[in-house]
């Protein structure tokens, strides 16, 4: 039989009302309130441990409260955390997301919530925890409990995840491909949705359009201080592309020094060319400069528009390559341009 | 325009004395076939090998994929590529079904070829698992591209076009099995209950974004690239008018085979005259610079416009970079008040996590997702291999790699493998086929 911990706040853990708000984290053997209903419902599991913890403590003293729960934990055997449900209570929300997504780091077991989508957890957590859509107040506790139990049953089972919708918890912002089970294809689902447009009826859009992140501009610099550097995501390597960066759905970046260099010759000198296979490379290679612009920049160091050309140059492939990992590239590369003082980025694409 | 296509469906293929058809079996006389193969000089080595659903085979490097057909009325099976210009759409022509020619790769892959497998679970990846292959496994002296990631496999896939007419030249006096009849009149001459009906284009943007001849979508035998949108009948794509290119990473790649069967197509004729009059198609393309993008959303717009399109539904060959094109185009759409539809696939990454298109744009409401290019697939090995399995890692196929820190390389010394779904044979079928979407986890 697998085991499972649920968490509870000082009202459900029968500590007691607000009053009692402010109660440091404990752990008991085996269920209380509303643990007894959740062990009911779990099919070849049960809850060993219930961990209790006062709202208003686990907001105040949310370090300490996480650090002494997971010392609770530590050497305990168990598969499964559950945290609520919550309902619409903001900071018993914010409680069970705090701790779920902390012992879900440490412990890599599934970690389940429940609340109601007014609640502030769960834009906070919805991201790192599973939080199933639940209702507004304890008068649901049957309901959110059962489904609770119903997810983390097929959790413990190994069973496939059909998705946020069917499963009802928060989309994670995960995007991944199925097999539709009645496999209608595209144009079919494109002329029905097509229909209902024209119709002025309800669709449903399979791609929402994420709300975009935009960057702010950032404040203006003096050009004939700065150290600038140049990126590149057209590809442009050493002729032996010594990082061996892939030609599309790059996940590796080089840096390579420039120093010295008027300009970068090509392959046919054995020095620079692309491996970027997205684009025609005959000019890219032909002269690397069209690419990675180090001849015009240098002109403008040599004229004072700039203070200077950064030794090292950054590049990686733009071809197919996800947006999460450039940003990761990106957050990988800012360190060391941060460490070695740049000013500004020219960055080039193809 | 009228285009009859006669049918005959292919269950079995396999070699003898005479190509023939007869009870569902093609019989292919391989010395004969392979010698319309050897036309061009520049073939250099040629075998067929033939692969049916549920054996245990994998295919790769997969070039092209064709159905074989031959115009009764006259003229090339292709116009521009296996012959003359002549224009098509109209008139008889006959089609083997359930089958393909696949140009494959004797030993040399390129950055757009794919991978098939005729069974197991590698096989719901593409529809091409599901049709009795004839794999035309060539060489050939283009030595200038050899080494090249981005190769044109001209004398390749122009080899397998013309396999595929020889092969529908069989039934060109025999009697069809079944016929599929194709017909939609000029647009103000239609009756008055079809006129009534909300009116639908179909924009198409097939990949034209090599500025160098040789790798676009052929369109009557012209690059893509060099064109700006046009209207066309849909009866014109259905009968070879348009062949697949050499470049688009695999998955997202639209095929001759796919043209010629345009799913999107079929499903706007079925709903001609019930829930839509079906203007016609709006062939647009894929492009480099801004200015060229914009051109073209312009054309669409335009055109659609003055077609006086109600609604449309647009689907891109690619992603990422044309991703702008799409999103223009669909913008520019709804501005003018067309009400739009979108199919395309996505590219979320390996772990869901990336913004799906590169370009976004809340006038994108309504979009239906066929895939996400990234997805990880990893498979058992095969007892067969036709080809070469080294060319997923080797040659630079969009979805495999020589080495990965973690996942090492694509191809196994047991000869499993690890690839992204980008490298799998026109796998997000996005003109219309694709029985996959894309939802939150």
Known sequence: ?350 | MRLEIGNFQVHNVEFGKTSSYKDGTLTINKEEALAVVMEDEHITDADIVLAKPGDDVRIVPVKEAIEPRFRLSGGPAFPGVTGRIERVGSGKAVALKNCSVLAVGKHWGSFGDGLIDMSGEGAKYSIFSKLNNICLVADTDEEFERNEVQKKNHALRWAAHRLAEYLGSVVKDMVPDSSELFELGPITKRDEKVQGLPSVVFVMQPQSQIEEPGFNDLVYGWDANRMVPTYMHPNEILDGAIIGGSYMCCSSKWSTYDFQNCPTIKSLYNAHGKTINFLGVIMSNLNVSLEQKERAAMFVQQIASNLGADAAIITEEGYGNSDADFIECIRLLEEAGIKTVGMTNECTGRDGLSQPLAALDISADALVSCGNVSTLIELPPMGTVIGELESLMRDGLSGGWADDEKLGPSVKEDGSIIMENNAMFCGDSTLGQSPKTVIEF
């Open chain 1, 1 to 350: 039989m697998k085991k499972g911990i649920l968490y509870l706040n000082q009202f459900f853990g029968q500590i007691g009302g607000e009053d009692k708000a402010d109660y440091e984290p404990s752990i008991r053997d085996g269920q209380v309130g509303a643990g007894l209903l959740l062990n009911s419902l779990l099919e070849d599991a049960e809850i060993t441990h219930t961990v209790i913890c006062g709202d208003n403590f686990m907001g105040s003293n949310e370090k300490e409260a996480v650090e002494t729960i997971l010392e609770f934990l530590e050497g305990k055997e168990f598969d499964i955390f559950f945290a609520g449900p919550a309902f619409q209570a903001g900071r018993y929300g914010n409680a069970c997301g705090v701790i779920c997504k902390a012992v879900k780091e440490k412990f890599g077991v599934p970690v389940v919530t429940s609340m109601h989508q007014e609640n502030p957890g769960v834009d906070m957590f919805k991201k790192d925890v599973y939080i199933l859509r639940g209702g507004p107040s304890a008068a649901n506790m049957k309901k959110d409990m059962s489904k609770m139990a119903e997810f983390g049953n097929k959790l413990l089972k190994g069973e496939r995840i059909k998705g946020a919708e069917v499963e009802g918890y928060y989309p994670r912002g995960i995007r991944l491909e199925i097999f539709l089970e009645d496999e209608t294809p595209a144009c079919e689902r494109a002329i029905s949705m097509l229909l209902k447009k024209i119709n002025n009826e309800p669709f449903v859009s399979e791609l929402p359009i994420p709300e975009l992140e935009t960057v702010p501009i950032a404040p203006a610099i003096k050009l004939a201080d700065a150290k600038i550097a140049l990126i590149t995501s057209g590809g442009i390597v050493p002729v032996d592309n010594p990082d061996k960066i892939q030609s599309a759905s790059a996940t590796r970046w080089g840096r390579y020094s420039i120093a010295g260099m008027k300009r970068l010759e090509n392959a046919a000198d054995g020095a620079f060319k692309t491996i970027h296979a997205g684009y025609d490379p005959s000019a890219a290679n032909a002269d690397p400069n069209i690419c990675l612009p180090l001849d015009a920049l240098r002109v403008y160091e040599e004229e004072g528009k700039i203070g200077s050309i950064h030794d090292y140059y950054y590049a990686t492939v733009g071809t197919g390559t996800a947006e999460g990992e450039a940003a990761r590239m990106a957050l990988e590369i800012i360190e060391h341009l941060k460490a070695d003082g740049v000013d500004a980025v020219i960055l080039t694409s193809t």
